[in-house]
């Protein structure tokens, strides 16, 4: 039997400000990557994230962002290796506290936006992302893009790490992920992004936007909170997967 996992970006909701339907995806998924305050996230969001995570049963990771709150963690901002070192810690720390408090371990980092971006691309970001998963835990798994710097980093570095392919988000034909800024970057159509992942599982491809085909092989689908159809997304994911008969399941337990 095949196995996948199936992640979401949660917790990014901040003060009075409400951003994804956390409630009503987390029944769906089988790990969330909650922000950790930076580009989105607060104290509360991350404590009612956690405590989510438990209620569903579901793994739960750090999922650290550049501090741009205006911008939501999409912008580049020029940073060392040892930057990002620190940033992600802090990060990390900082999720871990309310996890622990839930009784919950962490499963995973993935790091969001730009700083997911620039270190798909960057081996010297990417070994910094690994660094400070490995020092925080040696067991602390990196959500990586398939393909990419990261997961070249963690393979080189010890790191254990998944690799993630994105149900709702077009590729460039070197495997990155196509700037939101041109046109059909971001998927909403569920029938699309439901035979991508399709396509991903049975033929280890995805279709890129330049038109050609990008071999592929990856532990975990992600769907993005903030997509106004990530529910609809999630919903329809599991049931084709229970079809094919994929069992949906932490990544964790399968792609160390």
């Not at 962002?65 to 620190?86: M, Q, T």
């Not at 925080?136 to 690799?163: C, W």
Request: glycine fraction near 10%; charge should be negative; include cysteine.
């Amino acid at each position: 039997m095949k196995k996948i996992d199936l992640n979401c970006d949660l917790g990014e909701s901040f003060g009075a400000y409400t951003i994804g339907l956390d409630e009503a995806v987390a029944p769906y998924v089988t790990s969330v990557n909650a922000a950790c305050g930076w580009h989105g996230g607060d104290p509360m969001v991350m404590e009612r994230t956690a405590a989510l995570a438990k209620r569903h049963g579901v793994a739960l990771g750090a999922h650290p962002g550049f501090p741009d709150l205006l911008g939501f963690g999409r912008r580049e901002i020029k940073v060392s290796p040892d930057e990002v070192y620190a940033y992600v810690k802090y990060q990390i720390g900082a999720l871990y506290a309310f996890a622990r408090a839930q009784g919950l371990e962490l499963q995973h980092m993935k790091a969001h936006g730009a700083l997911y971006n620039m270190a798909g691309k960057d081996i010297r970001l990417a070994q910094a992302l690994c660094r400070a998963c490995r020092d925080f835990d040696s067991q602390l798994m990196i959500l990586a893009l398939a393909g990419s710097k990261m997961e070249e980093a963690a393979a080189d570095m010890g790191v254990p790490f998944a690799r993630e392919f994105f149900a709702d988000r077009a590729y460039a034909a070197d495997g990155s992920l196509a700037p939101r800024s041109l046109p059909g970057a971001v998927i909403h159509d569920t029938d699309l992004a439901l035979s991508r992942v399709m396509q991903m599982i049975d033929e280890g491809s995805v279709d890129t936007i330049e038109g050609g085909k990008l071999a592929i092989q990856c532990d975990s689908v992600c769907v993005h909170g903030d997509n106004e159809s990530a529910v609809e997304f999630v919903a329809a994911i599991r049931k084709k997967l229970a079809e094919k008969a994929v069992e949906c399941l932490p990544f964790g337990v399968f792609a160390r």
